[in-house]
């Protein structure tokens, strides 16, 4: 079987990443070790991983395609980053300026030196100097960030008018770098990013130079700020609550009671409960916490059944509910989807009686 090896003694899946999706995977290869020896079990069981690791592919290439078709989206966001970052680093350092109270403190302490005769005119022209250094620093700092600001803001326009990067490429090496991005420098791609972040800043050192006379009212202006945020590429993972019991762990302690004291619960029975529990836990992306389960969750997860193909466990082995979905979205002849009443009167009602 293609993607199957045996190494060592061992059976394991092993599919190779291709090099342009590996900075979105973030792995070189997808692998799967110890596999059973016996050949049906060991057949049985890597048909699923295999469909599983080539779907985990197909939506690494399909963000992929979405970067290359929506440039002007990823930029935007790029953009905004920088934007909001150059805004939180001008808070930043107007917070650490020295303040009037600060700057009074350290002229009454140089005032108090002078009258004590610590220093003076007998201690030469450089101990005066010295002295008063932080009390001139402290005077001159808002002064002095101010006209960096300024030069700064000269030498982007200048820059963006030019073409030339490199007085932006830090913050590009380091946007590529924190969201591992496949542009190597000079590309197309990576001068379309300089740009973007060229005009960010532009923009933002425009809204500091403003807030210099207290007016902090400025709105982003550029078309790459107030773009539209991009719609979320995947469902978020939901994280356990801290003290909250998982569904898992809630149907486990719902059949320990339901069998004590020599009760019975029909083997079919529990096993569509856990299936039931399965399902809505692919569809929350994992294990999620009882307590943080909403109406909301519940009504979604009855639209994505209506989606469902019938059976989808046997006809996309290996893939969640929401990877069948699409896969079966993509065939040119989908396979029948599940009944309304099917999802009331089983699924629904199942995750409904573990619930209560």
Known sequence: MKYVQHIRGKWRVRIKVPDELVPIIGKTELAETNLPPDPRS????????????????????????AQRNAPELTLSVAAKAHYANTLAGDDAKRAAMPTREAMGVERERILKRFESGEIGSSQGPFTMINASTDYELMLGARDFYSKNRVRRLAVLRTSFASGET???EPAVRQYIAENKLDLAPGSPGWHDLAKALLRAEIEALEHTLKRDQGDYSGQPQDPLLIAP?????????????ANGIGLSNAL?????ERTAGGSTLAPKTMDEHRNAVRMFSEFMSGEVAVRSITRKNVIDYKGALLEAPNRYTMRFPGLTLPQAIRANAKLAEPYATLAPKTINMK???????VLQ
């Open 42 to 65: 060991r057949e049985r069981l890597a048909i699923g991983i295999i469909n599983r690791f080539l779907v985990q592919i197909d939506e690494a290439r399909e963000r992929l395609e």
């Open 166 to 168: 490199r007085w932006i």
């Open 229 to 241: 945020d991009p719609e979320p590429e995947f469902t978020p993972r939901r994280p356990m609550a």
């Open 252 to 256: 486990s302690a719902f059949h320990k």
């Open 347 to 353: 699924w629904l009602s199942h995750l409904s009686t």
